[in-house]
T-cell receptor
Framework: KQEVTQIPAALSVPEGENLVLNCSFTDSAIYNLQWFRQDPGKGLTSLLLIQSSQREQTSGRLNASLDKSSGRSTLYIAASQPGDSATYLCAVVSAGNMLTFGGGTRLMVKP | DGGITQSPKYLFRKEGQNVTLSCEQNLNHDAMYWYRQDPGQGLRLIYYSQIVNDFQKGDIAEGYSVSREKKESFPLTVTSAQKNPTAFYLC??????????????FGNGTRLTVT
């Protein structure tokens, strides 16, 4: 059964810092990996989707990489801003066509 | 504006009562999903539907029921059989019948509290 882990569970950084969020999964046979953002009390917003054949995807200050063989993905946020404060979740689609979510990393960017 | 609407935002019920959470989408998406989120945990799949009049159980379907009579609507009923119903419930949809290539779009959730 696929398991997805995100470390750290919480992260606090000063504004302007570049940061990396980590996501690992136990079964490397995935179809794609998605990164989401969740603001308190809200639903999830899709940030980036990486197909299994891709190595990375970029959107603005966000860059997500995927290393299927090692079961890892990272979300890189450049020049962090207070508005980036949220919980970031990764999820993988694997056998059975289902999405398995990690527990999320709660990010706080301090002004 | 296209999107997913969940209502109500907050819901309070007494133990032993059934309660139905609404989810409506105007994105013309084929597939719809219900997830449950508990504090500090990832989302867990309750039910999903890839086509009208058809749905499948997810990982934690016990104590829940759904219907998909219309493409745009996928209501979730939390029954009295659900042992620990207090949680944040999220509805999602995707364009294709499968999540292989389609990002999920989420509603803003319903926070259910059962006392």
């Amino acid at each position: 059964k696929q398991e997805v882990t995100q470390i750290p569970a919480a992260l606090s950084v000063p504004e302007g810092e570049n940061l990396v969020l980590n996501c690992s999964f136990t079964d490397s046979a995935i179809y794609n990996l998605q990164w989401f953002r969740q603001d308190p009390g809200k639903g999830l917003t899709s940030l980036l989707l990486i197909q299994s054949s891709q190595r990375e995807q970029t959107s603005g200050r966000l860059n997500a990489s995927l290393d299927k063989s090692s079961g890892r993905s990272t979300l890189y946020i450049a020049a962090s801003q207070p508005g980036d404060s949220a919980t970031y979740l990764c999820a993988v689609v694997s056998a059975g066509n289902m999405l398995t979510f990690g527990g999320g990393t709660r990010l706080m960017v301090k002004p | 504006d296209g999107g997913i609407t969940q209502s109500p935002k907050y819901l309070f019920r007494k133990e032993g009562q059934n309660v139905t959470l609404s989810c409506e989408q105007n994105l013309n998406h084929d597939a719809m999903y219900w997830y449950r989120q508990d504090p500090g945990q990832g989302l867990r799949l309750i039910y999903y539907s890839q086509i009208v009049n058809d749905f499948q159980k997810g990982d934690i379907a016990e104590g829940y029921s759904v219907s998909r009579e219309k493409k745009e609507s996928f209501p979730l009923t939390v029954t009295s059989a659900q042992k620990n119903p207090t949680a944040f419930y999220l509805c999602a949809s995707s364009m294709g019948k499968q999540v292989l290539n389609s990002p999920l779009h989420f509603g803003n959730g319903t926070r259910l509290t059962v006392t």
